[in-house]
């Protein structure tokens, strides 16, 4: 099974798919299958302090699940914790996208994309073998101001296109705002 989880920056949306993976918290719990936890992160914190904060902040996570860290090859480290994990959980794709989009800023737009939409599909293919659960982290970036730069609109752009297509395979889809999930399907 498949959950994509949106909301905007601080809505909720990561303690939300923590909570829904231990079975606790909220309403939205039916689907979700109990078992071994495999949580994958997608920062790079670098020297970066503020990075290293926000890192540390979503580390509050049982001690007995797994972590891995996968800032680029992720639908991989998916593929790897659904062999062995009941839930895995992807925290999450908007980072991880703006390091795709990184280590891609020579490629064309258009081959960055179909790199991201690829690793999508491959995600929703490991979700779909032996009743894994999978949820996927991810800001929705769309309903904010019109970014002034062209690199921030074209990572916008793309990141409503991943959206998009993870929207397409998952089986649920809830946006948390305020901390409150809602579901759209």
């Keep these: 099974m498949l959950t994509l989880i949106l909301g905007g ?3 909720g949306k990561s303690r939300f798919a923590r909570e829904r993976a231990s079975g606790s918290g909220h309403i939205f719990h039916s689907q979700v299958s109990h078992g071994r936890v495999c949580y ?3 920062a790079r914190a670098g020297d970066d302090t503020e ?3 926000r890192i540390a902040r979503h580390a509050d ?3 007995e699940w797994q972590t891995v860290e996968a800032p680029l090859r992720l639908a991989e480290a998916v593929e790897e914790a659904a062999q062995s994990s009941a839930v895995v959980i992807v925290d999450c794709l908007t980072v991880w996208l703006s390091n795709l989009m990184f280590e891609n800023r020579q490629a064309a737009a258009a081959e960055t994309e179909a790199a991201a939409l690829a690793e999508i599909d491959r995600i929703a293919a ?4 032996g009743g894994r ?3 996927l982290v991810s800001n929705e970036v769309g309903s904010a101001t019109v970014p002034e730069s062209p690199v921030a609109r074209a990572f916008r752009d793309l990141q409503g296109i991943v959206n998009q297509h993870a929207a397409r395979y998952a089986d649920e889809v809830l946006l948390v705002v305020a901390g409150l999930p ?3 399907k």
């Design 182 to 184: 809602v579901k759209l």
């Design 133 to 135: 659960q999978v949820i």
């Design 126 to 129: 490991a979700s779909r073998s």
């Design 40 to 42: 994958i992160a997608t």
């Design 9 to 11: 920056a601080r809505s």
């Design 51 to 53: 990075m290293q904060a």
């Design 61 to 63: 996570r049982p001690a």
